[in-house]
């Protein structure tokens, strides 16, 4: 039971620091634009993470039933996984680089159940084409590498249009009026980011979770639990079939990445509304709209996205459709590597501390 409630804690350690990390991710452009004072968008999107991640499971499903075989998954495993999603967020929070934490548990998860399937990469759920539409499928190709592709290409693509399309639009307004009206319509966008992040992020870690009390109930670890505790019960779903989010898993995470996400973010905020291209609020406007319809979409279809994937190349859509030479290429370069970094590097890590744990006798 200790080592249940340790994977719980060590999970909303992990939820909480999503939050102050990728907080920046959904009000970078708002503060930058100076629509709202770093405070202000602090506190909106708190409350618009909270609500986001009360609405719906898809992503958390995935998590926890899509990735790796549940067979072999133990609370020692999870916590190691953990551990390396959380290492790899604080060195990229620590040089205020938009990293992707939902890759950074992907990552972890995989690498840890490698390590504990003794080399067997057979323990990844790679691929199971769906019946109808690619998107049907699940594995790490379908709900991971395939949208780690996509998505960013799609918020580049769809941002340079967006923006296009408004500076057509608007190409008789004034400077003041456009700043004025996008200062207003920024709002709502930002809201809409904070939401979105919500729905996307806040449920990996439902999925984590969820995955903890599948694998302990497996194991005969709840037998003995007085009545009162059988909500932490939850079975191994049929095949074909997808673990249920208990409803105080998703209020719990909620409400940490809420906490989290009024930490506030700064290094990272100052990285995607600064350094990378200069904004005002019809480009916040643009970028945050668009970013936001990414993440909803993927998290409609259950693809744990990179809330950081979709703003960032949202942004330098918007940047480009400025002009090419307003992104800072070494700024994006950076980021890139990061991003290219995340999955094997958070997966190194977990593997490592399973590996430790074996030799240190803490796992057979």
Sequence with gaps: MTLILTVILVALVFEYINGFHDTANSIATVVSTKVLSPRQAVGLAAITNLLGALWGTAVAKTIASGLVDTKIVTSEILVCALLGAIAWNLLTWWFGLPSSSSHALVGGLCGSALAAAHNNWGVIVWSIPGKSHWWEGKGVLWKVLVPMVTSPAVGLVVGFVFMGLLYFLLRNWRPVTVNKVFG????????????????NDAQKTMGIIALALVAATGAGEFN??????DFLKSHEPAPGQSVEIAAWIKVICGLTMCAGTAAGGWR????????????????????????????????????PVSTTHAITTSIMGVGCAKGFNALKLNVVERILWAWVLTIPAAGLVAYALVRLARVAGWLT
């Design 268 to 303: 990272i905020i100052r990285t995607l509304g600064h350094k990378m291209v200069k904004l005002h609020p019809v480009h916040g406007f643009a970028a945050e709209a668009t970013g936001a319809s990414v993440l909803v979409v993927a998290a409609h279809f259950g693809m």
């Design 184 to 199: 207003k319509l920024q709002l709502f966008s930002a809201a809409y980011m904070g939401f979105s992040h919500g729905t």
């Design 224 to 229: 003995h639990l007085p009545d009162w505790l």
